[in-house]
């Protein structure tokens, strides 16, 4: 091989890795971006829900919120959404767990996947393992039956 057969396949190597690290980063950029609005989403979700719980001294109804969702065009950014009213009872607590959605924003940095709103209107991510944990012990039998029948 001659010198410059040499520097064509440096050049070239060059290229390919510069090409994959742009990908890489514009992956995570893009699943970074995704994540922000769906954490800006449920925020905006959770304080409508706490407004109505308010005013009204209850929680809204899932047509409400499937209605709002709609009309603050957020219903892609939460992909399956799903509202544990119907579970909450007098005698849950505020980090009981209210609403929740799965999201697909992978990202290298971030491995969190569930995005959540408490009780109390607090919204966070969380691990997908810590929250399936955390909702199976919140979940009473009646609702585990549901989820199942639903499936």
């Not at 090409?19 to 304080?47: E, F, P, Y």
């Not at 047509?63 to 959404?81: A, P, T, V, W």
């Not at 209107?121 to 393992?129: H, L, Q, Y």
């Amino acid at each position: 091989m001659n010198k410059r057969q040499k520097i064509i396949i440096v050049k070239l190597a060059v290229v390919v890795a510069v090409t994959v690290l742009a990908a890489i980063v514009l992956m995570n950029l893009k699943a970074a971006g995704l994540r922000r609005g769906a954490m800006r989403a449920m925020t905006s979700l959770s304080a409508e829900i706490m407004k109505y719980k308010k005013n009204n001294i209850s929680l809204p109804p899932e047509e409400y919120l499937d209605r709002l969702m709609r009309d603050m065009r957020i219903q892609g950014l939460l992909g399956n959404f799903h509202y544990r009213a119907l579970w909450i009872t007098a005698d849950s607590n505020d980090r009981e767990i209210l609403a929740y959605t799965e999201t697909d924003y992978h990202s290298m940095l971030d491995k969190r996947d569930c995005l959540v709103i408490r009780l109390d209107g607090a919204v966070e991510w969380m691990d997908k393992g810590e929250f399936y944990s955390l909702l199976e012990s919140q979940q009473g039998p009646i609702e585990k039956q549901t989820i199942k029948l639903g499936e």
